[in-house]
């Protein structure tokens, strides 16, 4: 009945609309991105995002086309650096704060803007309205049509670099390509939980499933039905409870996240990089 009660409300009906898209997206998305170790690109992206949501209100322009733009462009700048930015977390580490800093720069000559930062800091998905939800879609089908077609060279390249560049698959290419699909996914990710959260539901849903299961095409499906689930349950905890969304689906990825470590600690069970290898070769 409760169940029932919650969507007789259009903004409770867009929510799980929104977080549907959002959460599918971002658990195939976050599997790749876990296993090829570059968690912390969707962080970076994240932040970089909200320097350009923030310069596009400034413009006149929709918040969403700037976190888009912003993340794509970074997302393609990381990958082309390739493997000479990710042994740089200091200054990686730098970068952000810089870019978070000229997000409120441009806030503070725009403070009427400061009600949407508040959101896209830390996530508002009952205010998604039904524009949003057809943008975060039109965002989300190619996305996920790139990531199929690119998927085995992806993994290739992922689990065996030297080989699959002896086979010629370009490496950088397929890292430059990745990181921009990832950059849309971010985006989308901002939406529901914010940037400063985006590890909840691009990475806590991926690293739970390869922890409890080795097999990448059920790792991927554990993947997305975990974010999934844990975007649902916290957009329902939000209603009965009145606690904030992303508060509950943050609490809900870490105790899926610690609870998924459980059969992984027993000893002898590979996990990781090295799970994955044995199970493609």
Known sequence: MAGTAMLEYDFMRHAFAAATIVAV???LVGYFLVLRGQAFAGHALAHVG???AAGAVLLGVAPLWGLVAATVVAGAGIGALGGALAQRDVAIGMALSLSLGVGLLFLHYYTAFATQATALLFGNVLSVDLPTIWALLALAVPSLAALAVTSRPLLFASLQPELAEARGV???RQDVLFL????LATAECVQIVGVLLVFVLMVGPAAAAQRLTTRVPAG???SAGLALLEAWLGIALCYWTDWPASFCISALSMAAYVLAGVPSALPGRPTGLTAA???VM
Request: net charge positive; hydrophobic share 55%.
């Open 25 to 27: 997206l971002s658990g």
């Open 50 to 52: 909200f320097t350009g």
């Open 170 to 172: 370009s490496l950088r």
């Open 180 to 183: 921009v699909i990832v950059a």
């Open 220 to 222: 991927l499906a554990v």
């Open 277 to 279: 290898r044995r199970n």
